[in-house]
Protein backbone atom coordinates (compact mmCIF):
# COMPACT_ATOMS: atom_id res chain seq x y z
CA UNK A 1 0.00 0.00 0.00
CA UNK A 2 3.08 2.85 1.13
CA UNK A 3 4.59 1.93 -2.70
CA UNK A 4 0.86 1.83 -4.63
CA UNK A 5 -0.13 5.61 -3.20
CA UNK A 6 3.10 7.29 -4.78
CA UNK A 7 2.39 5.94 -8.24
CA UNK A 8 -1.06 6.37 -8.33
CA UNK A 9 -0.18 10.22 -6.95
CA UNK A 10 2.22 10.50 -9.77
CA UNK A 11 -0.54 9.12 -12.28
CA UNK A 12 -2.89 11.48 -11.62
CA UNK A 13 -0.87 14.58 -12.28
CA UNK A 14 0.37 12.96 -15.35
CA UNK A 15 -3.09 12.28 -15.94
CA UNK A 16 -4.34 15.86 -15.47
CA UNK A 17 -1.92 17.30 -17.19
CA UNK A 18 -2.54 15.50 -20.54
CA UNK A 19 -6.52 15.92 -19.77
CA UNK A 20 -6.70 19.57 -19.53
CA UNK A 21 -8.54 21.18 -22.42
CA UNK A 22 -8.26 25.05 -20.74
CA UNK A 23 -4.66 25.61 -20.78
CA UNK A 24 -3.29 27.14 -23.65
CA UNK A 25 0.19 27.21 -22.29
CA UNK A 26 2.73 26.28 -25.21
CA UNK A 27 4.84 24.47 -22.46
CA UNK A 28 2.07 22.16 -21.27
CA UNK A 29 1.86 19.39 -23.51
CA UNK A 30 -1.53 16.73 -24.24
CA UNK A 31 0.86 13.69 -24.20
CA UNK A 32 -0.63 10.33 -25.75
CA UNK A 33 0.01 7.11 -24.69
CA UNK A 34 2.86 4.92 -26.67
CA UNK A 35 2.45 1.81 -23.94
CA UNK A 36 -1.14 1.02 -23.16
CA UNK A 37 -2.21 2.98 -20.63
CA UNK A 38 -5.21 4.09 -21.36
CA UNK A 39 -8.43 6.79 -20.23
CA UNK A 40 -7.12 6.13 -16.44
CA UNK A 41 -6.61 2.68 -16.33
CA UNK A 42 -4.00 2.77 -14.31
CA UNK A 43 -5.29 5.26 -12.16
CA UNK A 44 -8.84 4.55 -11.23
CA UNK A 45 -9.51 7.77 -12.47
CA UNK A 46 -12.42 8.19 -16.07
CA UNK A 47 -10.94 10.60 -18.33
CA UNK A 48 -14.60 9.79 -20.52
CA UNK A 49 -12.98 8.13 -23.01
CA UNK A 50 -11.50 11.61 -24.58
CA UNK A 51 -8.24 11.52 -23.74
CA UNK A 52 -5.11 8.81 -23.79
CA UNK A 53 -2.53 9.59 -20.84
CA UNK A 54 1.04 8.25 -20.82
CA UNK A 55 3.48 7.02 -18.63
CA UNK A 56 5.79 10.29 -18.98
CA UNK A 57 5.22 13.86 -19.70
CA UNK A 58 6.81 16.09 -22.37
CA UNK A 59 9.01 18.39 -22.02
CA UNK A 60 8.48 20.53 -25.12
CA UNK A 61 10.65 23.59 -24.80
CA UNK A 62 9.87 27.22 -25.98
CA UNK A 63 12.45 26.55 -28.80
CA UNK A 64 13.78 24.07 -30.84
CA UNK A 65 16.66 23.28 -28.68
CA UNK A 66 17.32 20.04 -27.63
CA UNK A 67 19.99 18.43 -25.63
CA UNK A 68 22.05 15.83 -23.90
CA UNK A 69 24.17 16.22 -21.54
CA UNK A 70 24.49 19.91 -22.17
CA UNK A 71 25.36 19.10 -25.74
CA UNK A 72 23.04 20.24 -28.59
CA UNK A 73 21.85 17.31 -29.81
CA UNK A 74 19.85 19.32 -32.97
CA UNK A 75 22.08 18.61 -36.60
CA UNK A 76 20.97 19.14 -40.18
CA UNK A 77 24.03 19.94 -41.93
CA UNK A 78 23.18 18.01 -44.97
CA UNK A 79 20.11 19.81 -45.50
CA UNK A 80 21.88 23.02 -45.15
CA UNK A 81 24.33 22.05 -47.77
CA UNK A 82 21.68 21.36 -50.27
CA UNK A 83 20.21 24.43 -49.64
CA UNK A 84 23.00 26.39 -50.34
CA UNK A 85 23.90 23.99 -53.56
CA UNK A 86 20.32 25.22 -54.90
CA UNK A 87 20.75 28.48 -53.99
CA UNK A 88 24.11 29.00 -56.05
CA UNK A 89 22.37 27.18 -59.16
CA UNK A 90 19.25 29.49 -58.82
CA UNK A 91 21.81 32.04 -59.57
CA UNK A 92 23.47 30.22 -62.41
CA UNK A 93 20.30 29.33 -64.15
CA UNK A 94 19.92 33.54 -64.74
CA UNK A 95 23.47 33.98 -65.69
CA UNK A 96 23.90 32.88 -70.01
CA UNK A 97 27.57 32.48 -69.47
CA UNK A 98 26.69 29.22 -68.21
CA UNK A 99 26.50 26.11 -70.31
CA UNK A 100 24.45 22.91 -69.98
CA UNK A 101 27.30 20.83 -68.95
CA UNK A 102 28.23 23.44 -66.13
CA UNK A 103 24.49 23.70 -64.93
CA UNK A 104 24.00 19.75 -64.79
CA UNK A 105 27.59 19.50 -62.97
CA UNK A 106 26.11 22.32 -60.01
CA UNK A 107 22.97 19.73 -59.86
CA UNK A 108 25.03 16.32 -59.50
CA UNK A 109 27.30 17.37 -58.27
CA UNK A 110 30.83 15.17 -57.21
CA UNK A 111 32.85 15.54 -54.30
CA UNK A 112 35.63 17.34 -55.15
CA UNK A 113 34.73 18.99 -58.65
CA UNK A 114 34.67 22.44 -57.89
CA UNK A 115 31.10 23.63 -59.52
CA UNK A 116 30.41 26.05 -57.01
CA UNK A 117 31.73 29.80 -55.56
CA UNK A 118 31.28 28.40 -51.53
CA UNK A 119 34.61 26.38 -51.08
CA UNK A 120 33.08 24.38 -48.62
CA UNK A 121 30.56 22.92 -51.14
CA UNK A 122 32.69 21.77 -53.80
CA UNK A 123 34.37 19.17 -50.83
CA UNK A 124 31.35 17.98 -50.18
CA UNK A 125 30.01 14.33 -50.78
CA UNK A 126 26.67 15.70 -51.27
CA UNK A 127 24.52 16.84 -54.44
CA UNK A 128 20.82 17.76 -55.42
CA UNK A 129 20.19 15.11 -57.81
CA UNK A 130 20.93 12.54 -55.85
CA UNK A 131 17.91 12.98 -53.13
CA UNK A 132 15.21 14.09 -56.00
CA UNK A 133 12.18 11.68 -56.29
CA UNK A 134 14.40 9.69 -53.42
CA UNK A 135 12.11 9.42 -50.59
CA UNK A 136 11.38 5.98 -48.80
CA UNK A 137 7.96 5.80 -48.69
CA UNK A 138 7.39 7.15 -52.61
CA UNK A 139 10.23 6.21 -54.53
CA UNK A 140 12.04 2.76 -52.93
CA UNK A 141 9.90 0.67 -55.19
CA UNK A 142 9.44 2.83 -57.99
CA UNK A 143 12.48 3.64 -59.81
CA UNK A 144 10.55 4.25 -63.08
CA UNK A 145 8.97 7.32 -61.99
CA UNK A 146 12.06 9.09 -60.13
CA UNK A 147 14.55 8.34 -63.62
CA UNK A 148 11.17 10.45 -65.06
CA UNK A 149 11.34 12.81 -62.49
CA UNK A 150 15.22 13.52 -62.69
CA UNK A 151 15.48 13.55 -66.41
CA UNK A 152 13.02 16.17 -66.20
CA UNK A 153 15.27 18.35 -63.71
CA UNK A 154 17.78 17.47 -66.37
CA UNK A 155 15.68 18.96 -69.33
CA UNK A 156 14.87 22.06 -67.44
CA UNK A 157 18.67 23.05 -66.71
CA UNK A 158 19.73 21.96 -70.58
CA UNK A 159 16.83 23.54 -71.93
CA UNK A 160 18.00 26.72 -70.18
CA UNK A 161 22.03 26.81 -71.76
CA UNK A 162 20.39 25.58 -75.42
CA UNK A 163 17.07 27.22 -75.96
CA UNK A 164 17.19 30.45 -74.04
CA UNK A 165 20.23 31.79 -73.38
CA UNK A 166 21.54 31.78 -76.69
CA UNK A 167 17.85 34.10 -77.27
CA UNK A 168 18.63 36.42 -74.46
CA UNK A 169 18.65 39.56 -76.57
CA UNK A 170 15.85 38.39 -78.91
CA UNK A 171 12.11 39.11 -78.36
CA UNK A 172 10.34 35.88 -77.16
CA UNK A 173 7.32 35.45 -79.59
CA UNK A 174 4.66 32.55 -79.99
CA UNK A 175 7.03 29.41 -80.42
CA UNK A 176 10.42 30.92 -80.26
CA UNK A 177 12.35 31.72 -76.91
CA UNK A 178 13.59 35.31 -76.01
CA UNK A 179 12.95 37.79 -73.46
CA UNK A 180 9.57 39.50 -72.35
CA UNK A 181 9.82 43.36 -70.99
CA UNK A 182 6.93 44.47 -68.29
CA UNK A 183 7.83 47.70 -66.38
CA UNK A 184 10.68 47.12 -64.91
CA UNK A 185 11.63 43.70 -65.43
CA UNK A 186 12.42 40.92 -67.93
CA UNK A 187 11.78 37.60 -67.78
CA UNK A 188 13.32 34.93 -70.59
CA UNK A 189 10.88 32.23 -71.89
CA UNK A 190 11.10 29.00 -73.99
CA UNK A 191 9.21 29.32 -77.07
CA UNK A 192 6.34 28.43 -74.87
CA UNK A 193 6.24 31.08 -72.84
CA UNK A 194 8.18 28.81 -70.01
CA UNK A 195 10.87 29.98 -67.37
CA UNK A 196 12.87 26.90 -66.77
CA UNK A 197 14.57 28.47 -64.25
CA UNK A 198 11.48 28.72 -62.17
CA UNK A 199 10.47 25.33 -63.47
CA UNK A 200 13.39 23.89 -61.88
CA UNK A 201 12.95 26.15 -58.55
CA UNK A 202 9.33 25.67 -57.75
CA UNK A 203 9.91 21.83 -58.88
CA UNK A 204 12.21 21.20 -56.43
CA UNK A 205 10.61 22.37 -53.47
CA UNK A 206 8.63 19.48 -53.94
CA UNK A 207 11.00 17.26 -55.37
CA UNK A 208 13.42 17.46 -53.15
CA UNK A 209 12.54 19.61 -50.05
CA UNK A 210 8.79 17.82 -49.55
CA UNK A 211 9.67 14.79 -50.18
CA UNK A 212 12.09 14.46 -48.34
CA UNK A 213 10.69 15.86 -45.40
CA UNK A 214 7.19 14.39 -45.71
CA UNK A 215 7.90 11.21 -47.36
CA UNK A 216 11.21 10.51 -46.14
CA UNK A 217 11.94 11.37 -42.60
CA UNK A 218 9.01 11.92 -40.89
CA UNK A 219 8.24 8.64 -42.13
CA UNK A 220 7.76 5.68 -38.92
CA UNK A 221 9.74 3.69 -42.31
CA UNK A 222 12.81 5.86 -41.60
CA UNK A 223 12.28 6.83 -37.71
CA UNK A 224 12.08 3.66 -36.85
CA UNK A 225 14.17 1.84 -39.45
CA UNK A 226 16.46 -1.10 -37.93
CA UNK A 227 16.57 -0.63 -33.95
CA UNK A 228 16.27 3.50 -33.88
CA UNK A 229 13.31 2.77 -31.85
CA UNK A 230 15.55 0.23 -29.53
CA UNK A 231 18.40 2.77 -29.69
CA UNK A 232 15.89 5.60 -28.77
CA UNK A 233 13.96 3.95 -25.83
CA UNK A 234 17.45 3.64 -24.16
CA UNK A 235 19.18 6.83 -25.08
CA UNK A 236 22.08 4.78 -26.94
CA UNK A 237 23.42 7.56 -29.50
CA UNK A 238 24.87 6.81 -32.90
CA UNK A 239 28.23 6.63 -33.36
CA UNK A 240 30.57 9.30 -32.32
CA UNK A 241 27.76 11.77 -32.20
CA UNK A 242 25.12 13.30 -29.16
CA UNK A 243 21.68 12.49 -30.77
CA UNK A 244 20.02 9.10 -31.64
CA UNK A 245 19.34 7.79 -35.21
CA UNK A 246 15.44 8.79 -34.90
CA UNK A 247 16.62 12.47 -33.32
CA UNK A 248 18.79 13.22 -36.23
CA UNK A 249 15.87 11.85 -38.77
CA UNK A 250 13.81 14.16 -37.41
CA UNK A 251 15.54 17.07 -37.27
CA UNK A 252 16.89 16.30 -41.00
CA UNK A 253 13.04 16.90 -42.03
CA UNK A 254 12.97 19.94 -39.96
CA UNK A 255 16.44 21.21 -41.83
CA UNK A 256 14.46 21.45 -45.14
CA UNK A 257 12.20 23.37 -44.27
CA UNK A 258 14.29 25.59 -41.85
CA UNK A 259 18.02 25.04 -42.42
CA UNK A 260 19.53 28.67 -44.01
CA UNK A 261 17.26 30.23 -41.11
CA UNK A 262 19.86 32.69 -39.04
CA UNK A 263 18.06 31.41 -36.21
CA UNK A 264 17.10 28.04 -36.71
CA UNK A 265 15.71 27.52 -32.97
CA UNK A 266 13.25 30.46 -33.27
CA UNK A 267 12.89 30.46 -36.96
CA UNK A 268 9.38 32.10 -37.74
CA UNK A 269 10.84 35.92 -37.41
CA UNK A 270 13.31 35.26 -40.21
CA UNK A 271 11.06 33.38 -42.87
CA UNK A 272 12.35 34.02 -46.09
CA UNK A 273 15.94 32.40 -45.60
CA UNK A 274 16.02 30.43 -48.73
CA UNK A 275 14.47 30.70 -52.46
CA UNK A 276 12.57 26.84 -51.51
CA UNK A 277 10.42 26.29 -48.95
CA UNK A 278 10.84 28.62 -46.07
CA UNK A 279 10.15 31.20 -48.60
CA UNK A 280 6.71 29.72 -49.40
CA UNK A 281 5.78 29.02 -45.63
CA UNK A 282 6.62 33.15 -45.23
CA UNK A 283 4.64 33.85 -48.24
CA UNK A 284 1.47 32.04 -47.54
CA UNK A 285 2.08 33.02 -43.86
CA UNK A 286 1.76 36.58 -45.01
CA UNK A 287 -1.99 36.09 -46.43
CA UNK A 288 -4.38 36.85 -43.55
CA UNK A 289 -6.60 34.01 -44.86
CA UNK A 290 -3.61 31.87 -43.89
CA UNK A 291 -1.86 33.55 -40.98
CA UNK A 292 -0.60 30.98 -38.15
CA UNK A 293 0.31 28.54 -40.52
CA UNK A 294 4.50 28.76 -40.22
CA UNK A 295 3.40 28.61 -36.35
CA UNK A 296 1.33 25.42 -36.77
CA UNK A 297 4.22 23.55 -38.67
CA UNK A 298 6.81 24.85 -36.41
CA UNK A 299 4.89 24.02 -32.99
CA UNK A 300 4.50 20.70 -34.93
CA UNK A 301 7.87 20.33 -35.50
CA UNK A 302 9.35 21.00 -32.11
CA UNK A 303 6.52 18.67 -30.37
CA UNK A 304 7.28 16.00 -32.14
CA UNK A 305 10.91 16.21 -31.61
CA UNK A 306 9.95 16.39 -28.10
CA UNK A 307 8.25 13.68 -27.99
CA UNK A 308 10.80 11.45 -29.31
CA UNK A 309 12.89 12.47 -26.35
CA UNK A 310 9.96 11.33 -24.41
CA UNK A 311 9.68 8.12 -26.04
CA UNK A 312 6.01 9.31 -27.03
CA UNK A 313 5.74 7.97 -30.55
CA UNK A 314 1.92 8.21 -31.02
CA UNK A 315 2.42 11.97 -30.10
CA UNK A 316 5.49 12.18 -32.72
CA UNK A 317 3.54 10.47 -35.50
CA UNK A 318 0.51 12.94 -34.74
CA UNK A 319 3.07 15.84 -35.12
CA UNK A 320 4.37 14.35 -38.44
CA UNK A 321 0.43 14.21 -39.86
CA UNK A 322 -0.13 17.55 -38.76
CA UNK A 323 3.35 18.79 -40.94
CA UNK A 324 2.24 17.00 -43.71
CA UNK A 325 -1.02 18.37 -43.94
CA UNK A 326 -0.02 21.85 -43.61
CA UNK A 327 3.24 22.00 -45.84
CA UNK A 328 1.10 20.33 -48.83
CA UNK A 329 -1.65 22.87 -48.18
CA UNK A 330 1.24 25.61 -48.76
CA UNK A 331 2.18 23.86 -52.17
CA UNK A 332 -1.60 24.19 -53.17
CA UNK A 333 -2.43 27.60 -51.99
CA UNK A 334 0.73 28.57 -53.92
CA UNK A 335 -0.33 27.03 -57.19
CA UNK A 336 -3.62 28.61 -57.20
CA UNK A 337 -2.22 31.82 -56.15
CA UNK A 338 0.17 31.87 -59.33
CA UNK A 339 -2.53 30.72 -62.02
CA UNK A 340 -5.15 33.34 -60.27
CA UNK A 341 -2.20 36.10 -60.11
CA UNK A 342 -1.45 35.12 -64.13
CA UNK A 343 -5.34 35.28 -64.85
CA UNK A 344 -5.39 38.97 -64.00
CA UNK A 345 -2.42 39.94 -66.58
CA UNK A 346 -3.57 38.42 -69.53
CA UNK A 347 -6.92 40.35 -69.34
CA UNK A 348 -7.70 43.03 -71.16
CA UNK A 349 -6.27 44.86 -74.63
CA UNK A 350 -2.85 44.97 -73.85
CA UNK A 351 -1.72 41.48 -71.66
CA UNK A 352 1.77 41.75 -69.99
CA UNK A 353 3.32 38.45 -71.28
CA UNK A 354 6.02 38.71 -69.82
CA UNK A 355 4.79 39.37 -65.92
CA UNK A 356 1.80 36.21 -67.05
CA UNK A 357 4.38 33.99 -68.12
CA UNK A 358 6.60 34.56 -64.72
CA UNK A 359 3.11 33.96 -62.30
CA UNK A 360 2.35 30.77 -65.37
CA UNK A 361 5.63 29.28 -64.61
CA UNK A 362 6.01 29.48 -60.97
CA UNK A 363 2.24 27.57 -61.16
CA UNK A 364 3.77 25.21 -63.09
CA UNK A 365 6.32 24.50 -60.99
CA UNK A 366 3.85 24.29 -57.87
CA UNK A 367 1.34 22.21 -59.36
CA UNK A 368 4.16 19.69 -60.45
CA UNK A 369 4.85 19.81 -56.84
CA UNK A 370 1.44 18.27 -55.95
CA UNK A 371 2.73 15.14 -56.46
CA UNK A 372 5.06 14.91 -53.80
CA UNK A 373 2.55 16.28 -51.12
CA UNK A 374 1.51 13.95 -49.04
CA UNK A 375 -2.64 13.26 -47.44
CA UNK A 376 -2.44 12.86 -43.72
CA UNK A 377 -2.25 9.66 -42.69
CA UNK A 378 -2.05 7.94 -46.03
CA UNK A 379 0.93 6.77 -48.09
CA UNK A 380 -0.41 8.72 -51.10
CA UNK A 381 -0.24 12.36 -52.32
CA UNK A 382 -3.04 14.35 -52.89
CA UNK A 383 -2.25 14.49 -56.32
CA UNK A 384 -0.91 11.36 -58.18
CA UNK A 385 2.08 11.96 -60.87
CA UNK A 386 -0.82 10.99 -63.68
CA UNK A 387 -3.18 13.47 -62.31
CA UNK A 388 -0.40 16.04 -61.75
CA UNK A 389 0.68 15.53 -65.38
CA UNK A 390 -2.93 16.03 -66.38
CA UNK A 391 -3.09 19.97 -64.92
CA UNK A 392 0.25 20.27 -66.34
CA UNK A 393 -0.92 19.54 -69.83
CA UNK A 394 -4.20 21.08 -69.19
CA UNK A 395 -2.06 24.41 -68.33
CA UNK A 396 0.04 23.82 -72.03
CA UNK A 397 -2.66 22.94 -73.71
CA UNK A 398 -2.47 20.60 -77.31
CA UNK A 399 -0.79 23.21 -79.34
CA UNK A 400 2.89 24.22 -79.52
CA UNK A 401 2.41 28.11 -78.56
CA UNK A 402 1.84 26.86 -74.81
CA UNK A 403 1.07 29.46 -72.42
CA UNK A 404 1.03 31.94 -74.99
CA UNK A 405 -3.06 30.07 -75.65
CA UNK A 406 -3.79 30.29 -72.14
CA UNK A 407 -7.47 31.27 -71.17
CA UNK A 408 -9.04 32.63 -68.17
CA UNK A 409 -11.49 29.88 -67.97
CA UNK A 410 -8.67 27.17 -67.88
CA UNK A 411 -6.56 28.31 -65.46
CA UNK A 412 -9.95 29.07 -62.83
CA UNK A 413 -10.75 25.26 -63.94
CA UNK A 414 -6.94 24.37 -62.86
CA UNK A 415 -7.57 26.29 -59.94
CA UNK A 416 -10.64 24.66 -58.52
CA UNK A 417 -9.82 21.54 -59.81
CA UNK A 418 -6.40 22.37 -56.73
CA UNK A 419 -8.40 23.73 -54.52
CA UNK A 420 -11.22 21.21 -54.30
CA UNK A 421 -8.47 18.29 -52.97
CA UNK A 422 -7.80 20.97 -50.06
CA UNK A 423 -9.45 22.65 -47.04
CA UNK A 424 -9.24 26.54 -49.08
CA UNK A 425 -11.30 28.02 -51.03
CA UNK A 426 -9.94 29.21 -55.12
CA UNK A 427 -10.65 33.17 -53.29
CA UNK A 428 -8.73 32.50 -50.15
CA UNK A 429 -5.71 31.74 -52.53
CA UNK A 430 -6.22 34.17 -54.67
CA UNK A 431 -5.77 37.10 -52.67
Request: charged share 20%; with cysteine; net charge negative.
Amino acid sequence: MKNTIPFIAAMALVFLSACSSDDNDPVTVEASCSDGIQNGDETGVDCGGSCTPCAAAIDNPDTYVFERNGVSTVDFNGQTTRLLMGEELLDALKDPVNTDAELLAKYAHEEGESNFMDLDLNGSSKNLKSKTAASTDYFSANTADQSTIRADFDGWLSAQANEVFPEFDTVASPGNPGQLADGSSTRYVSGQGLEYNQLFNKGLIGALMVDQALNNYLSPAVLDAGDNRTNNDSDTVAEGKSYTDMEHKWDEAYGYVYGLNADVADPNADLGADSFLNKYVGRVEGDADFAGIADTIFQAFKLGRAAIVAKDYVTRDAQAAIIREKISEIIAIRAVYYLQQAKASIGGETPAYGTAFHDLSEGYGFIYSLQFTRTPDTDAPYFSKTETDVLLSDLLGDGENGLWDVTPETLDALSASIANRFSFTLEQAAE
